[in-house]
């Protein structure tokens, strides 16, 4: 029996030209936090390509990279990869992965194939997209996005909820994004003005999954780098990546284009704490703290409903006694409700929100 090479360390910051399969069989086994896959799409165009009214060519992805000979040739090749990133993901990893409706379906299937679970599809919107020429069917104005968790028990994923809807108006950040193509300066170009590759993302587009999946310092994966815009993004947000590209003219650009990048300071970076990662503060510790005092009266903002604060931290509203979430869900006729913003005291004569004491007790308890 053959002795098992020793799994050298993690090539972080690296472009690695090879074969993707290949490359990531090299890497560590659950060593990465988030894999990000453009893999090739098989459009399968003809090879009249396309044309636009006036018969000229198409700038459309016509490169090798991109044929398969078959379907199934295309499948296999799509559980090899997945196959690969599942091994080298961390128990608790997510993997993200773009495609069209040329292929993304059987992405689809492969992944829950191999144990994955899917826990979003993502509709990105192009601001721009490029219309239908040939006027036979609708304009191909998206591309999807799957996210998964490398297994059904693969509970402890990282997800910026809070932060993904602070940055949206304080509303929950949805499954459609209505972001740009890549376009302008962002676009990388040859000498001759030439774009270096067909299907470059937009920088906006890595950053809301970085930013909604991973945390700073977390290595990120890209088996398909292309012109590096994983890698670039992964440097201005201060997480670390690996990027493997087998076309070496993409692996030059994209290292150069990285190299260009300044991070942002760790101060932008800090990680916002969320409400569930905030210690937990009983609304008998408020009583306790002399806050709300047992017999007083709470009322929600409008002053429609009452309750009496018992001294043991609960309230009764003359039918029923129970916690504030549950007294705040009966009186609303709700199946739910959060009393710590429900309900209020009056101080001052104008309604106090409850919740103003939890924060206060939470800065105590912070402070030592």
Avoid at 27 to 42: H, I, Q, T
Avoid at 44 to 51: E, F, I, V
Avoid at 128 to 156: C, D, Q, V, Y
């Amino acid at each position: 029996m053959g002795l098992v090479p020793a799994q050298r360390s993690l090539p972080l910051d690296q472009v690695l030209i090879g074969d993707c399969i290949a490359a990531m069989n090299s890497l560590p086994a659950s060593s990465v936090d988030c894999v990000f896959a453009d893999p090739p799409y098989n459009l399968q165009l003809g090879d009249a390509g396309l044309l636009r009214p006036d018969q000229s060519r198409v700038d459309a992805v016509d490169d090798d990279w991109d044929k398969f000979a078959t379907f199934e040739a295309y499948d296999a090749f799509t559980r090899d990869w997945l196959a690969a990133c599942r091994r080298v993901m961390k128990p608790n990893a997510t993997l993200w992965v773009i495609g069209s409706y040329h292929n993304i379906f059987r992405v689809g299937s492969a992944l829950q194939d191999l144990g994955y679970w899917i826990l979003n599809d993502i509709v990105w919107r192009k601001a721009n997209p490029m219309p239908n020429f040939r006027g036979k069917r609708f304009t191909n104005a998206h591309e999807t996005l799957i996210w998964a968790s490398r297994s059904a028990e693969s509970k402890g994923y990282t997800f910026h909820y809070d932060a993904l809807k602070g940055g949206n108006e304080d509303l929950q950040m949805r499954s459609d994004w209505f972001i740009p193509l890549c376009t302008g300066e962002e676009r990388l170009k040859d000498t001759e003005g030439h774009k270096v590759h067909p299907t470059q993302k937009p920088e906006a587009l890595l950053a809301r999954t970085l930013l909604a999946a991973t945390n700073p310092g977390d290595v990120v994966l890209d088996p398909f780098f292309g012109t590096g815009t994983t890698g670039a993004v992964a440097k201005r947000l201060g997480r670390r990546f690996i990027g493997i590209e087998r076309e070496t003219t993409y692996a030059e650009a994209a290292r150069a284009r990285i190299a260009a990048v300044e991070p942002l300071s760790k101060a932008a970076l800090m990680v916002a704490p969320t409400k569930r990662a905030e210690p937990r503060v009983p609304f008998l510790s408020v009583i306790e703290a002399g806050h709300i005092r047992p017999g007083e009266i709470v009322t929600d903002e409008r002053r429609r409903f009452r309750a009496t604060v018992r001294p043991d931290g609960q309230l009764d509203n003359g039918l029923v006694i129970g916690s504030i979430h549950k007294i705040g869900a009966l009186v609303q006729g709700l199946p739910a409700c959060n009393g710590w913003t429900f309900w209020h005291v009056e101080r001052g004569g104008k309604p106090l929100v409850i919740d103003s004491y939890r924060a206060g007790l939470r800065q105590a308890m912070a402070n030592g």
